[in-house]
């Protein structure tokens, strides 16, 4: 006998119907970028809005999505509401979610080359670690001190980018120089290599920033 059911009338329509909804929520590149931001601890809607250089009520907008979809959560402060993310496994499927993206989608792949075409030398995180265990980098976060404060890789020291040649006498000589920004497509850190570079101090940039190294299942300052 011939099923003439619609799709939408089969058992598994609901499941896929749901799971389309991550796709949904993933559909927005400004959603995208809140969520990498997110990965530095709780920020309130205007400081997100500052931080992806978006209006205010369109990041509300966006944000509303992202809860409705679960991957963020949110708590009132008096007239303020403060997003985070909804957990661990958020950072896990993002990062693979960029992983796929990057192995397995020549626009993506194209995208990040030409962000990468200054040619700076780069450590990923496994290697940063390597180097911190063995005392033998100093490591700089370039972002501006209040992101520090919301959440930084232990260890390092705060020198925002703009400061850099004014604080240069605050680097040992005697140590490897690691930069680290935010995420995997900022490249505050990239150019604050270059700026040490021409002033003749040996540095690196972080593979991926802070993103990367929290979704490495690294611990924040």
Not at 207 to 213: E, P, Q, S, T
Request: neutral net charge; hydrophobic residues 40%.
């Amino acid at each position: 006998m011939t099923d003439t059911r619609t799709y939408l009338e089969l058992e598994d329509a609901g499941v896929y119907e749901q799971l389309a909804r991550v796709g949904k929520a993933l559909s927005s590149p400004l959603r995208l970028r809140l969520l990498d931001l997110l990965e530095q601890g709780e920020y309130t809607v205007e400081e997100l809005a500052a931080a992806a250089h978006a209006p205010v009520k369109n990041t509300s907008a966006q944000l509303q999505h992202l809860r409705a979809a679960q991957f963020v959560m949110a708590r009132r402060d008096g007239v303020r509401i403060h997003y985070r993310l909804a957990g661990k496994h958020v950072s896990h499927f993002l990062q693979q979610l960029q992983d796929f993206g990057e192995e397995s989608m020549a626009g993506v792949r194209d995208e990040v080359q030409q962000l990468r075409d200054a040619g700076m030398e780069r450590i990923d995180v496994a290697e940063l670690k390597r180097r911190l265990r063995e005392g033998t980098v100093t490591l700089v976060d370039v972002r501006s001190a209040k992101e520090f404060g919301r959440g930084h890789v232990p260890g390092a020291i705060s020198i925002p980018a703009e400061e850099l040649r004014q604080r240069l006498d605050e680097l040992p000589r005697d140590h490897q120089i690691v930069a680290y920004c935010d995420g995997p497509y900022c490249f505050a850190s990239e150019r604050a290599v270059a700026q040490l570079k021409s002033l003749g101090v040996p540095a690196f940039a972080v593979d991926g920033g802070l993103v990367r190294w929290v979704r490495s299942g690294g611990a924040l300052g």
